[in-house]
């Protein structure tokens, strides 16, 4: 589904990733962990195309397709979803409103007509109770004046309404209580399928006892210094980076 | 020269410009309004009694040529009265209104106004207002090849309240908007909002002041300006100004302009939508926050769908 290969990328003029090299499989699930500042969010945002950070040298090829020739509305009409550590602010635009927005764009990419307002309703109810977010919460505007845990439960959202094939979930423990991070995992764990595969940026043992990985991926200086299984994870959460 | 005078019969009231002469539809006991036409400037006189129940005047202009009006609007004590504009003005327009709010009466004014880019347009108000009169002002326009809107309230007893908000979404433009808000009597309330989205080359300026006089304790004042520039050649130059000459007041102003947030458009496209489409939401949503101020759920639909199809 996806092959980065030498993959070297600076944000002014600062080189984050150093010729990285990673394969994700179909259904995989792939974490990233490591410590402040080893790039972990750097290949989440490169990934998705935000003109920020500047690919240098590489390739990600992404079913097929190289990613680099895409720009980031095309990426995720391909079935790429970012899922933000910091989700953006929107006032003046309801939260209702953006997900329809967001919807119907895809469905027109997929040949389909703009989705039925009793219809979206119906989906819009359903998909927010399981993730327990009420129905108010969407009429208001796009994550403003959201609590860190409304924000990322809108991020899971609308990952869920987009059906992506490749989801990037950067940093989505941070800010969550323990009822919200369960929640969200649970949600995330539905989505799971053998045609969707997943990158889980985390620092957090706790997000990974939720939803399990294939692979664990340790990022030091802008390279992958460690692979495994989920023991990996274990052995950080005991041990640290520094060993 | 032609001439109308008679009498208005219901609450809901239809005043169109056509090419040959100007019609006032429907009599109301409520209101009184004439029109008189003369070397091509015509002169509409619209009286407004007292009355439970608002008058709603819908302003047509439909005439295929540069429109030249004089209004005079007279609210007498307790009237209520909405107007709303969303005339095109195709060749051009001047529009000069005074307005006369006496004592607890209530006036809304909605102007949503698409203007033939080639053309000038010209709008001056000057309204006073009475003791517990509101004056809520709404104007939105795209703008036009040389666009003037001038404004001046005048809180001339204790009470009054004016809320006023103009969004201006230009094209290759030139909009010169002032907005001056006269303070004069005690206890009076002011809350005025401006945004502008200025492209194509476009030039926006907003003055706004506010006096407030000696005598005048417990006012409360408030002013906010904001500008989106959406390209290199655009420019919004907003000038807020306050002359306060009573201690006893709460005021407030502030005043911003700048490009768009990369970071909300990149999140946007990271969602499938393009960059052209993502510009355009965050247009709707930089002057949608204005368009929850419109308490007429009416008047807030028109407004959406307004910004919704020049954003």
Known sequence: ?243 | MSKLNQKVDSHDCLIQIVRNNLVVSNESKYINCSALEESGSINLNIEVLESDIATRINLQALRDSYINLNIEISLLKGARLEVLDESEYSKGSEIKINSELKQGSSFELYRLNKFNQSTENKYYHTCNLSRNCVFKDFNFTNGSKQMTNETIISLAHEHAKYIGSGVVITNSTNCNNTLKINHIAPSAISDCSFKAVSRGNAAVTFNGKISVDENCSNTVSNQISKGLIMDEESKVNLIPKLEINNDDVVCSHGAASGKPDENVLFYLTSRGISRKDAEKIYIQGFLGEYIYKIDNAQMQAKAKQFISQNA
């Open chain 1, 1 to 243: 589904m996806l092959e980065i290969k030498k993959l070297s990328v600076s944000v002014e003029k600062n080189k984050i990733l150093d010729n990285l090299d990673l394969t994700i499989g179909s259904g995989e699930v792939h974490a990233i962990m490591g410590p402040n500042g080893s790039g972990k969010s750097t290949i989440a945002h490169t990934l998705a195309g935000n003109p920020n950070y500047n690919v240098d040298s590489g390739q990600a090829l992404f079913n097929g397709k190289d990613l680099f020739e895409l720009d980031p509305s095309e990426r995720s009409l391909e079935g790429l979803f970012l899922a933000f550590q910091y989700p953006i602010e929107l006032p003046g635009v309801s939260n209702a409103s953006y997900l329809k927005q967001i919807l119907n764009v895809h469905r027109k990419y997929e040949g389909k007509d703009p989705i039925d307002a009793a219809e979206f309703l119906k989906i819009l109810k359903e998909k927010s109770n399981r993730l327990n977010i009420p129905m108010e919460m969407h009429s208001r505007f796009v994550n403003t004046g959201f609590s860190g845990g409304e924000k990322k439960k809108n991020e899971v959202l609308q990952m869920d309404f987009l059906n992506p094939s490749l989801v990037i979930m950067d940093e989505t423990d941070s800010g969550l209580d323990v009822d919200a991070l369960r929640q969200t995992s649970e949600a995330v764990n539905q989505l799971r399928s053998s045609d969707r595969s997943f990158i889980i940026i985390t620092h957090y043992l706790r997000l990974l006892e939720y939803i399990e990985p294939d692979y664990v991926h340790v990022f030091q200086d802008g390279k992958i210094v460690e692979s495994g299984d989920k023991k990996l994870a274990h052995k950080i959460d005991k041990e640290g980076y520094a060993t």
